[in-house]
């Protein structure tokens, strides 16, 4: 089946810092999106990126769907960014559509 | 405004007494999806409704059942809770099936087995 690698697994910044993540996905696929959970739990989409490049706020994303990666920028990071970033890939498997999450990137940031 | 609720937010069981978790949404999308995240793991697939009909993950435990009375609302039933069900359960919805457009997750129901 399609293998969803991301990197690094950890990663410790200090506040202000810039971070670039990275997910690697080994078959072509029909959607990617990048994830954000919170210490408490709650999981919050944070883009909807099957190719290009996409900002929101101190956060962008691009996904280059021909090299099979998608790359999360975050700039000036702040302690609220702490969590897992988790990036999920959704490709057609045996008529039916299945969305396969990496196994995510931990983040803590220091203040 | 919560779209997405799940309750409760903490539920602890005894081994082997069937426990109910329940989700609810305001976004009236077609499509309801249950997950299980154990710790320092990605969310993994239970099953997930398209409108009525019930798409189980063939890795799913017979243990692990759900029903949809209507479009608001989801329960996953878990008829007899092992130690190895304590994890955090996740419902999560969207518009159209499966990444064709963005998932809204619930806060998530933590499940603790004693």
């Known amino acids: ?111 | 405004d919560a779209m997405v609720i799940q309750n409760p937010r903490y539920q602890v069981t005894q081994f082997g007494k069937p426990v109910t978790l329940s989700c609810s949404q305001t976004l009236n999308h077609n499509v309801m999806y249950w997950y299980q995240q154990k710790s320092s793991q990605a969310p993994k697939l239970l099953f997930h409704y398209y409108d009525k009909d019930f798409n189980n993950e063939a890795d799913t435990p017979d243990n692990f059942q759900s029903r949809r009375p209507n479009t608001s609302f989801c329960f996953l039933d878990i008829r007899s809770p092992g130690l190895g069900d304590a994890a955090m359960y996740l419902c999560a919805t969207s518009r159209q099936n499966w990444g064709r457009e963005k998932l809204f997750f619930g806060s998530g129901t933590q499940l603790s087995v004693l």
């Open chain 1, 1 to 111: 089946g399609i293998q969803v690698e991301q990197s690094p697994p950890d990663l410790i910044l200090q506040e202000g810092a810039n971070s670039t993540l990275r997910c690697n996905f080994s078959d072509s696929v029909n959607n990617l999106q990048w994830f954000h959970q919170n210490p408490w739990g709650q999981l919050i989409n944070l883009f909807y990126i099957p190719s290009g490049t996409k900002q929101n706020g101190r956060l962008s994303a691009t996904t280059v769907a021909t090299e099979r990666y998608s790359l999360l920028y975050i700039s000036s990071s702040q302690t609220t960014d702490s969590g897992v970033y988790f990036c999920a890939v959704d490709f057609l498997m045996d008529s039916s559509y299945k969305l396969i999450f990496g196994s995510g990137t931990r983040l803590l940031v220091r203040p």
